[in-house]
């Protein structure tokens, strides 16, 4: 039970939020003078602003109270500082932080360091999911510049939010191009590009790298021979080194000018979500499965189609399976190929919305067994297994698989997207009271929410190419 001073106490700090002038008053400032926020808490900024004792008595003479305001000064002070912890999360303000700056331009937000001399050459572009938004990646975006503010400007993207992820995913990657675009020619002085994308926003970005992939005159792009359709392993010494040199020196492509680094998942539906167990909110029930596959397009319009794989448009195949080989005009692999790093984060369990295997693009029998859900960090308790692929992966799992048999799209999907290496990062919130809703808590959505993810994000930045 609280004592009669600190609940006046907290009473004082409640009206002192919502009824604050700017008049000044010394008996304000002993009490909120010289607060400190937790360390994992924003600063308190408005707890400064003066405040009016003739708002205080008016407001508690309506409710019948009286009270002395020397009560308010005489507060014991280790009940006070109770009082201030507990008041951090109540009364804090973000936006107070004076290390970095957050600007809107080009269709979205940009979040740098205020400090950085000269400006960061690496521009980080973050994409929301369905029916997200920039607010997103508010979190990631400013660990980002507070772990590297010298090194790092990111752009959270805002040309594809709420409603118009229904779009598609086509219409909505050229939306992004073309705001990549406009950021790039407002900031010169940027040399490096990595993509950061969650869920749906995954599937967006690598349309959009498809867009705004270039490459230097004497890069000679090098595609890896296909039989029926199908990407696989070339079959003579020549079209093997040329696809091993193309694969290991990506540095001379350019996407929107710039040179390539990172391209990071997280929780995306690479192969769509039309599996078995791909939407695992539908419990695997074939009946399920097979209706939202007809009603996709009712809920999320043409972006329900390309997530099923039911959008045929002039007869062609569905954008998916379209996006895992290049085209005349759209290099969707070469793109994916000219990043240093392709990571994909896939929640292992208790994410609703997005399958273990398409997020992490593998098959059935290469998931790793449960027991190694069960393997624990102690810098980062979420992460249970980091798998990254060499070129001879690739090559062994592409001769395994060759043959006559007829396959499914799936197939062809996983084919195609390995056909560069991917770094699969598998996250599990077992143990977590926010693991229900692990699709947003591997990005920290919201930090009151989903901050059991935060080691997550900080794994990705620690490992960050810059």
């Not at 002395?68 to 009082?83: F, K, P």
């Not at 660990?143 to 400007?153: A, G, L, S």
Request: with cysteine.
């Amino acid at each position: 039970m609280w004592s009669k001073s600190s609940s006046l106490a907290f009473l004082y700090l409640s009206v002192h939020n919502y009824f604050s002038t700017d008049s000044p008053s010394n008996s304000s400032r002993m009490i909120a003078a010289n607060f400190s926020p937790i360390q994992t808490a924003p600063p308190i900024s408005n707890l400064n602003r003066p405040f009016n004792l003739q708002l205080l008595s008016s407001f508690l003479s309506r409710r019948r109270k009286k009270i002395n305001a020397a009560v308010l000064i005489s507060v014991d002070r280790s009940e006070m500082d109770w009082i201030r912890r507990f008041s951090v999360g109540c009364f804090s303000d973000r936006r107070s932080n004076k290390d970095f700056k957050m600007e809107a331009d080009s269709g979205g937000v940009d979040v740098f360091s205020t400090s950085a001399k000269p400006p960061p050459e690496h521009l980080i572009i973050m994409v929301n999911g369905l029916i997200g938004s920039a607010a997103d990646w508010r979190f990631a975006a400013e660990q980002f510049v507070k772990k590297v503010p010298d090194k790092v400007i990111v752009h959270r993207s805002e040309c594809n939010s709420s409603k118009l992820t229904f779009d598609g995913v086509d219409l909505m990657g050229e939306r992004l191009a073309a705001e990549v675009l406009a950021v790039v020619k407002c900031r010169p002085e940027v040399q490096k590009i990595s993509f950061v994308a969650h869920s749906l926003g995954g599937l967006i970005a690598r349309y959009a790298i498809g867009r705004l992939y270039e490459h230097s005159p004497e890069h000679r792009p090098i595609g890896i021979p296909k039989v029926a359709g199908i990407p696989t392993i070339a079959t003579t010494e020549e079209h093997r080194n040329d696809s091993v040199q193309s694969l290991e020196h990506p540095c001379k492509a350019r996407i929107a000018g710039l040179e390539p680094m990172n391209f990071v998942t997280f929780a995306t539906p690479h192969l769509g979500s039309k599996g078995h167990k791909q939407l695992p909110i539908l419990c695997g029930l074939p009946f399920l499965e097979r209706r939202a596959s007809q009603t996709a397009h009712l809920v999320a319009g043409r972006t329900g189609k390309h997530l099923f794989l039911n959008d045929r448009d002039d007869g062609k195949p569905p954008l998916l399976l379209q996006m895992v080989n290049d085209s005349d005009n759209l290099k969707f692999i070469s793109a994916l190929r000219a990043f240093k790093r392709r990571v994909a984060y896939a929640n292992a369990n208790y994410d609703h919305m997005v399958g273990w295997r398409t997020s992490s693009i593998r098959r059935q029998h290469e998931l790793p067994p449960k027991s190694d859900l069960l393997i624990t960090d102690e810098r980062y308790p979420h992460i249970v297994r980091t798998e990254r692929e060499t070129m001879d992966n690739i090559r062994n799992k592409a001769s395994s698989v060759i043959g006559d048999q007829s396959i499914d799209l799936e197939e062809k999907m996983i084919r195609g997207l390995t056909q560069v290496p991917w770094e699969r990062v598998d996250v599990s919130f077992h143990k977590s009271r926010q693991r229900y809703v692990a699709h947003n808590t591997i990005q920290v959505k919201s930090y009151w929410m989903n901050s059991d993810g935060t080691d997550v994000v900080f794994h990705m930045i620690d490992n960050f190419l810059l």
